[in-house]
């Protein structure tokens, strides 16, 4: 056989796949990609690695006794091989028996998850589409990644969250107008490999550099000064972690103080500056928030912030806010305070400033969008009204029942009996797992679909393999990258892998649902249709996209240059509304941009008010429980994965200390505690501890450690018992570290970045790391 050429898609680029004897041989990044993402080469590695799941399972007692809340062997015991038509059956079984004895909002399917690219086989719409079928689930809303922002932007400014994000300036407009870039919590070029659904070409460095060469100054609000690159000759301010608010706070008063706010523009396109001002002066609460106020918060001289306010003044100034800065307690005080800031300067809807939600943090942010839908596979509707905040799943899980507010207004867990999740992993993304393991032991039956056997798939009950992007034919398409990929399947499934859709499709098949499901068509029948739509959504737009079998010949489509003049470059957020807030205004009750907000302020949430505050977060470096645990942990995006996706591949795995998860501490923090550069560590606090390998580090303010996310759970089951105790994870997650606790009543986001640990140096009897061991399998 000749070796065969196909490419492929994911969250962190396009390869070029080279293929002979069902092998891969070759795995190259795209041509056109500038700076091509490391991150992808973990595949060829990993795509027939010992930890593929080679068939359905089942976990030995659930597949004895039946479904129950059988104590702690979720996650400790053997599986046991069965067929495919089997499984089908036990799932569809499970459907059916919660459903009719429970009612359909006792099945979560929230399913939240990253899940590959590609846009038939996305893992949540294959999920969700099959339990809409099957009479509805209990949904999650919002993401992990912005839930804080997702619920303040639109109380703020009127518009979704996403429009904010995604209708960002582009840019061109800030390498040719912005005058000082202000990034709060950074632009990390680790993070900008990444865009959800593909980024076929990597444009944040050289738009940088661009920004760069025409005079842009950067300022670097982090912990880390890595969080930027180090050729952009960025200033450093390092505050207090989780103090942003404060910061920006101390920059307002001295901005108001010294009459460098614009009160023409707050006049015309805000709304309550005036009660703001009444708190930033003191006048309400007797505490003036300037910049010696901020300086005791943040840790950052009262000099430097009013210096740094007097820059921001009078010129383009473009505020970059992080995804990080609202993943932590109180996180939506972060983005609304920006915003102020932003509107104080007179910014907001200029060329060269205003404020970016995620530049960098997600690739494709400031790109280009193609304003046209792209290829969807359809969901259909969810009869079930029941949902929780994402990240609320532990504790729906632990309270069913028990109530909870969000937004204003109050709803109720369910009570929770089948879980079914496809494409994510929570034993990743879910602050304090040792609560979610003992939360999982709760509902009756867990069913995952999952490549590997990672801490997902050893903690179900039915684990369905599935197959990679590379055993599947798929379409590649992201709306911020001008290229559409035709995801070629390259290799034969691997074991006995199935796609989402086949294993839906087979437990459809026993529910005489199937035909309903596929309507009727297979996976290659599928790809023409959802292509078809896209190119008549794109013949409406005036764009001509080539018919499906010239672009499967081509292997990709360029829709349009990003580079062309006049195309969809020169956009500039919020233009509309500055050019004319009476004919364009905003989408807030007041049409203007809401400093106070008055259906804010009707919900009566202590800990989120009328306008932008400063709220103590519940464990901060400033906080008593510093006494006790004296670091603040960074869990940030690892550099060399997405999340957990393929940590035992060989670019990850090149990033371990001694196999653990690499933990940087600041140098002094180190000596203090008789730590070498590549000892093992042990990080603890009050929820939990794991082991990491140090790397000392200068780039890090002192009394801050960095653990990123990423490494596979890897508990300590048994001598540990998870119960009532503390557990231990052996490869450095630090999610067993965070605490899980909503921003606040109004979004309840997630607040990874709020936890305070401790760290010393490992005791002789290291535990064994397991988390690329296989389980074990019976017959
Ligand atoms: N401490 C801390 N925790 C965090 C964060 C943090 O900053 N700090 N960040 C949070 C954020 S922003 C996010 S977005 C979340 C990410 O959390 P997740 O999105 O849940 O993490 P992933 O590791 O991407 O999980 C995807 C899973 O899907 C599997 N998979 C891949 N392709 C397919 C497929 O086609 N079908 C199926 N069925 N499965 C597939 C992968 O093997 C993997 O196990 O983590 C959150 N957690
Ligand atoms: N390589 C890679 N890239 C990714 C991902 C990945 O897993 N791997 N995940 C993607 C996803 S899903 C998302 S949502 C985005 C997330 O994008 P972000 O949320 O922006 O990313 P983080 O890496 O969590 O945080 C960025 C930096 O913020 C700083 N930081 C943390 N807390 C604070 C604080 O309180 N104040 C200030 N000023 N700074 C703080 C940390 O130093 C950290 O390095 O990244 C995306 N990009
Ligand atoms: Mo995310």
Redo the contacts with the bound molecule.
């Keep these: 056989m000749t070796d065969q050429k196909t490419l492929t898609s994911s969250h962190w680029g396009a390869y070029e796949v080279t293929v002979k004897d069902d092998e891969v041989i070759g795995f190259e990044d795209f041509s056109p990609d500038p700076t091509p993402s490391a ?1 992808g080469h973990n595949l060829p590695d990993v795509v027939k690695g010992d930890l593929r799941i080679s068939q359905p399972m089942v976990r030995a007692s659930w597949l004895e006794n039946g479904p129950s809340q059988d104590g702690n062997k979720r996650g400790q015991e053997a599986f046991v091989p069965i067929s495919w038509d089997k499984a089908y059956e036990l799932v569809a079984n499970e459907v059916t028996r919660v459903a009719r004895d429970h009612g359909n909002q006792a099945i979560y399917g929230g399913s939240y998850g ?1 899940a590959s690219a590609g846009r038939f086989h996305h893992a949540q719409s294959q999920l969700h589409r099959f339990l809409n079928l099957a009479g509805g689930y209990t949904r999650s809303v919002n993401t992990y ?2 839930a804080a922002g997702e619920v303040i932007v639109p109380h703020v400014l009127g518009h979704s969250f996403y429009q904010a994000e995604f209708q960002a300036t582009t840019w061109d407009m800030l390498a040719e107008h912005c005058d000082i870039m202000v990034m ?3 632009m ?1 070029s ?2 900008g ?2 865009h959800p659904g593909g980024i076929s070409r990597h444009m944040v460095p050289s738009w940088m550099a661009r920004c760069k060469d025409r005079g842009t100054e950067f300022v670097n ?4 000064k890595s ?1 930027v690159d180090d050729h952009l000759q960025s200033q450093w301010l390092s ?1 207090r ?2 103090t ?1 608010v404060a910061l920006m706070l101390g920059i307002a008063h001295t901005l108001w103080r010294e009459g460098l706010h614009d009160a023409a523009y707050l006049a015309r396109y805000a709304t309550g500056f005036e009660t703001f001002l009444a708190y930033l002066t003191g006048e309400t609460d007797g505490s003036v928030k300037d910049a010696v106020w901020a300086a005791d918060i943040t840790g950052i001289p009262a000099t430097d912030i009013e210096t740094l306010a007097r820059r921001m003044a009078g010129r383009a100034c473009f505020i970059s806010l ?4 609202q ?2 307690d109180h996180g939506e005080q972060s983005y609304w305070m920006a915003i102020t800031l932003a509107a104080m300067l007179g910014q907001l809807g200029t060329a060269g400033g205003g404020v970016g939600f ?1 530049n960098g ?2 690739g494709g942010v400031s790109n280009p969008r193609f304003p046209f839908k792209g290829p969807t596979f359809p969901q259909g509707k969810n009869p079930v009204s029941d949902f929780i905040p994402v990240a609320r799943v532990t504790d729906m899980l632990l309270n069913p029942g028990a109530s909870f507010d969000f937004n204003g207004t109050t709803h109720t867990y369910p009570d929770i009996r089948l879980v079914y999740w496809a494409g994510g992993n929570p034993f990743h993304h879910q602050m304090d797992l040792n609560k979610l393991v003992r939360a999982w032991q709760k509902p009756e039956t867990v069913i995952v679909h999952e490549i590997y056997w990672n801490a997902m798939a050893r903690h179900a009950d039915i684990i369905l393999p599935v197959s990679t992007v590379l055993e599947r034919n798929d379409i590649g398409y992201s709306a911020a990258d001008p290229y559409v990929i035709a995801m070629k399947q390259a290799i034969e499934p691997v074991g006995q892998a199935q796609s989402d859709f086949a294993i839906l499709t087979g437990v459809a098949g026993k529910m005489d649902l199937d035909q309903a499901f596929t309507e009727g068509l297979d996976e290659a029948e599928w790809l023409r249709r959802m292509y078809g739509e896209f190119q008549n959504n794109g013949t409406e737009a005036g764009f001509d996209a080539p018919d499906f079998d010239v672009f499967w010949q081509e292997g990709y489509i360029k829709l349009a240059s990003p580079e062309k003049p006049g195309g969809y470059h020169g956009k500039v957020y919020l233009k509309d509304f500055h050019t004319d807030p009476e004919l364009s205004p905003l989408g807030t009750p007041s049409g203007r941009i809401e400093i106070f907000s008055e259906t804010i302020e009707s919900f009566n949430y202590p800990d989120c008010q009328g306008h932008p505050r400063w709220y103590e977060p519940v464990e901060w470096l400033g906080g008593d429980q510093a006494k006790d645990f004296p670091l603040h942990l ?1 869990s ?4 060399s ?3 957990s996706q393929m940590d035992h591949g060989k670019i990850s795995r090149a990033d371990k200390i001694n196999g653990r998860a690499p933990v940087t501490l600041n140098r002094q923090d180190a000596a203090a505690r008789g730590i070498a550069d590549g000892d093992t560590v042990r990080l603890y606090n009050d929820r939990g501890a794991c082991y990491a390998g140090a790397i000392l580090s200068d780039d890090l303010m002192p009394g801050v450690v ?1 653990l990123a996310t ?1 490494a596979w759970f890897d508990p300590l089951y048994g001598n540990h018992p998870v119960r009532n105790s503390v557990g231990t994870d052996r490869h450095g997650n630090p999610n067993i570290l965070t605490r899980d606790k909503g921003t606040s009543r109004l979004a309840q986001g997630p607040t990874a ?1 709020t936890s305070l640990v401790e760290v010393e140096k490992a005791q002789e009897d290291l535990p064994e790391v397991r988390a690329f061991a296989l389980p074990d399998i019976t017959s």
């Design positions: 991150i990253w990644s912005s709060f919590g950074g990390a680790k993070n490999q990444v609000i982090s912990p880390q969080d505050p972690p989780n942003d992080s995804l990080s800065v993943r932590v995620g943090a997600l960074l940030n995006q690892p550099k994965k997405l999340h960095q990423g970045h």
